[in-house]
């Protein structure tokens, strides 16, 4: 009879522990929002407001280097703002699919970090979901804060309705990783020779592509990553764009969409391009000549690479094109305590935060300030670092689509550019199916 | 008192004691049961019936809900994705319901032998049961690769073509067969081998004295005896192959959300995730998890009815 008792007894202490246990919130750094101390909690608004505050913010970065340029910002901001009594938790998440969907999951149970970086092209999904905190207001009241040092189409870019809902990251060009070593033993000009002498352009491109393909060698002319990136690129290049002027529709069958997607359909057909999740590593182990991508992918080669590289600008088109991406950090709603996070996310848009960034090689600063751009071109290799700032004035900007869904749009568009470049389907085909498929994600 | 009331009361107090001790039981019965009870409820349940309800709304993560009645459901008999993840669910349901219950079993009768190494090889075979999908996955996604895999580099040695596993459509599903096939195979044959030690030795011996050769012996003994077996082996492979997930995601998604080239590996689990977390179409993804369940249960229903012609109980 007793140890049926005693079992009773601990079935029920264990199922009440269990229960207590699922429904209590954590104060770990991957629970809730932030963490604020007895003190500081009531307070909003003065210096003292902030102090014993813990702000958990986040960002994911392409690989360990990226990590730890990461880590090291966070260090910068612990020590800037530790007489303020704040102290900054980085929170990173792993740089997939499930990226975003795992902030809107957070977002939607309340346990979301309190400052997150997103892409540009998301942004709307975000602010349409009620979660994102105006920041005018905060912008407004802080004199020490000078909105005009950011580049305008980037700042244009996050305003929506007279409300800024964040602050960029960084911004980065599209631009051309070469291997020079490849180019020399081949005894061709490398993309920043053509440059120079004016003839870098998608003729140029495709010559060089086809003329340092060799499967023999398992050796690949271009390389890029599946995304809408460098796709689109091709599309923009050859004077489309993948969006209608109002952003309110798909613009994928134009005669210029079809004309980019044709490039790629026919490198694709000759087994010239390699696009697959480890094009990347192809590429740092020098079975690539050149690949497409932004500055994030430096670091990874500055610690794989065994060889000569150096960066060149986007091939010319029908038009100059580069795509101009950026992401916003943006503030949870939830945040327990805004002037803190305003705090963190000040020294984390800093000049000094972004030139470090910069100098540690990651990204461009968001900023026009001369130091943030002096630190990112002494940021070397790639040497050819003005590449990636001659771009800024023609890039197409990253932006959001607010009367529609970016990633719904993307994966629908991403699934029928795999079939084309399989050759299941031609170019024409996949633009056509492309905008027939995508029309029911501009309807809110 | 008279004697005879004596009597009554004695034995209602013995049917008030015995009413006690069952009501205790009862009670302690239920206690320990709570937990679980409390578990289902809680867990499965609840999540059930909003599912349920889920599927005729417009619900996203965020935002206002509304009744939608059956949109979700022909939304998703008219939507592309959801069809190719039906194919591909089916297609991959089929062969991989063969290619992991035909060897299992074939296995199984080798290692139910007295071979040489018989318990090494029977753990060398359950050790991809065991591993971690994900991880394995990754593994795979190395030893496929087009450029330097191994699997690739033997088809070279062999004088082929590689095959472009992971970056084709028409290979992607066959990428995703293979490994859960090969992850698949130790688990059933474990179950088949469990079965066949439960066959008599004797039938086999009074086979031989008739003379039947061992053809003949796995044909009328082996396989009726282990029907039951092979019926539980077929049940359970064919609904985790409806459920598939895992695999193709760890395997094939992209940063665009596409499963597998030109969504090749997308299975009706991933679309259902995909629409649920990265299209925050909650009420959709739900239709389609019904859809599912509705599939599921029909195909389990015939696979029972029919069992009644094949599957022999001692």
Redesign the interface.
């Known amino acids: 009879m007793y140890w049926?008792?005693s079992?009773?007894i601990f079935?029920?202490l264990?199922?009440v522990a269990?229960?207590l246990a699922a429904c209590g919130a954590s104060t770990t750094p991957q629970g809730g929002a932030a963490t604020t101390a007895p003190a500081a909690a009531e307070a909003t608004t003065a210096p003292a407001a902030t102090a014993g505050v813990t702000i958990r913010w986040r960002t994911r970065a392409s690989d360990a280097a990226e990590q730890k340029v990461y880590e090291e910002l966070n260090t910068l901001v612990n020590d800037q703002l530790k007489d303020k009594g704040i102290t900054a938790t980085y929170d990173p998440a792993p740089n997939?699919?499930?990226y975003?969907?795992k902030i809107?999951?957070e977002?939607?149970a309340g346990n979301a970090p309190d400052i997150f970086w997103i892409g540009g092209a998301n942004l709307a999904?975000f602010v349409?979901?009620?979660?994102i905190l105006d920041l005018k207001p905060l912008i407004d009241k802080d004199s020490s804060f000078k909105i005009s040092d950011f580049y305008d189409n980037v700042i244009g870019a996050v305003t929506h309705d007279g409300k800024i809902y964040g602050l960029p990251r960084d911004i980065s060009t599209m631009v051309v990783y070469y291997n020079a070593d490849m180019f020399k033993a081949a005894g061709l000009q490398n993309p920043q020779e053509l440059a120079a002498a004016g003839k870098w352009d998608m003729a140029a491109l495709i010559d060089a592509t086809t003329k340092l393909t060799d499967p023999a060698k398992?050796q690949y002319g271009l390389g890029f990553?599946?995304?809408?990136g460098p796709q689109l690129y091709f599309i923009n290049a050859e004077g489309g764009s993948a969006l209608t002027a109002d952003r309110k529709g798909c613009a994928l069958n134009t005669p210029e969409a079809i004309a980019g997607a044709t490039i790629v359909s026919d490198f694709s057909k000759n087994k010239q391009i390699?696009t697959?999740?480890?094009s990347e590593n192809?590429f740092n182990a020098g079975?690539v000549a050149m690949y497409m991508n932004g500055r994030w992918m430096a670091p990874g080669i500055r610690t794989n690479a065994t060889f000569n590289w150096d960066v060149a600008p986007m091939p010319k088109g029908k038009v100059d094109s580069t795509w101009l991406f950026w992401g916003p950090y943006l503030v949870n709603t939830k945040t327990a305590n805004p002037d803190a996070a305003w705090e963190v996310l000040k020294v984390l848009t800093s000049a000094e935060a972004t030139g470090k960034v910069a100098a540690l090689g990651t990204n461009i600063p968001p900023r026009k300030d001369e130091a943030a751009v002096s630190a990112f071109l002494g940021a070397t290799p790639p040497a050819n670092n003005q590449a990636y700032l001659d771009g800024i004035p023609y890039a197409a900007l990253e932006g959001p689509v607010w009367d529609g869904?970016w990633?719904?749009f993307?994966?629908?568009?991403?699934?029928?550019w795999?079939?084309m470049t399989?050759g299941?389907i031609t170019p024409e085909e996949f633009g056509n199916q492309a905008c027939e498929?995508t029309a029911g994600t501009f309807t809110k | 008192m008279s004697k005879q009331a004596q009597a009554t009361a004695a034995s209602g107090s013995a049917r008030s004691r015995i009413s006690s001790k069952q009501l205790r039981e009862t009670?302690?019965a239920y206690?320990?049961l709570?937990?679980t009870i409390?578990g289902v409820v809680i867990f499965f349940a609840i999540p059930l019936g909003i599912s349920l309800y889920l599927s005729f709304t417009n619900a996203r993560?965020?935002?206002d809900t509304k009744i939608v009645g059956f949109d979700n459901y022909v939304k998703a008999l008219t939507d592309?994705?959801f069809w190719i993840a039906l194919r591909n669910t089916f297609v991959f349901s089929v062969f991989t319901l063969i290619l992991s219950t035909v060897p299992a079993l074939i296995v199984a009768i080798l290692l139910n032998e007295k071979l040489f190494g018989r318990s090494f090889f029977r753990m060398l075979f359950f050790i991809p049961v065991v591993a971690s999908v994900v991880g394995v996955s990754l593994l795979w996604?190395y030893l496929l690769?087009?450029?330097?895999g191994l699997i690739n580099y033997g088809i070279k040695l062999l004088g082929f073509e590689p095959i472009p596993w992971?970056?084709?459509?028409?290979w992607g599903l066959a990428s995703v067969i293979l490994i859960f096939t090969w992850k698949t195979i130790g688990y059933n044959m474990v179950i088949f081998l469990a079965g066949l030690q439960g066959v008599p030795r004797q039938l086999y011996e009074a086979a031989s004295l008739d003379g039947a050769s061992r053809w003949k012996q796995f044909l009328n003994i082996t396989l009726p005896l282990l029907s039951p077996t092979t019926f539980f082996v077929l049940v359970t492979t064919l609904i985790n192959c409806l459920q598939i997930f895992d695999v193709p995601i760890a395997l094939g998604?992209?940063?665009?959300?596409?499963v597998g080239?030109?969504?090749?590996m997308l299975t009706v689990v991933p679309l259902l995730y995909?629409e649920a977390?990265?299209?925050?179409r909650m009420g959709y993804a739900s239709a389609i998890a019904w859809i599912l369940f509705v599939i599921i249960m029909a195909i389990s229903f015939v696979q029972f009815r029919v069992s009644d012609r094949w599957v022999n109980y001692e």
Not at chain 1, 128 to 131: A, D, E, K, L, W
Request: hydrophobic content about 35%; proline content about 5%; glycine content about 6%.
């Open positions: 049926k008792r079992l009773t079935s029920l264990t199922m269990t229960m997939d699919a499930n975003f969907p809107q999951t977002l939607a999904e349409n979901t009620g979660q398992q990553g599946n995304w809408w390699v697959d999740g480890e192809l079975n869904n990633s719904d993307t994966t629908t568009m991403g699934s029928l795999d079939k399989a299941q498929q | 009670f302690d206690s320990m709570l937990p409390l993560i965020f935002g592309a994705s996604r690769n087009l450029d330097f992971l970056t084709r459509p028409e998604i992209t940063r665009s959300g596409t080239p030109a969504d090749s995909r977390f990265l299209n925050t």
